[in-house]
């Protein structure tokens, strides 16, 4: 008998959780994702030319294995003030997230 009047007091007796909610978590984002998300073109075309095609796609074979390369590639080519821009462009997407077009991408459709 005193174990359940134990178990009883310390199931409703406990104090009430404050109401808190949940922390943000900040979206991380590395450079060369920033430039992939912002300036696709200019990273496709850098691609196929370290492929030795005339125009690359993501469906071109390979080209997934050199896109981040690709994309350092074009960062170190660029001036003070293009990648001050493109940091800057960096950190909105981090503050306000993945544009809605991107979002809708990624959202799952399973017909249930």
Known sequence: MPKDVVAWVRNTWRLPKAATSAPKVRMHLKLTDALWLTQREDALAEIATMLGVSQATTNTPGWFGVRTTACG????????????ALEKDRDRICREGHPEEQKRRFVRCDPA
């Open 73 to 84: 590639n074009i960062i170190q080519r660029m001036s003070p003030e293009e990648k001050a």
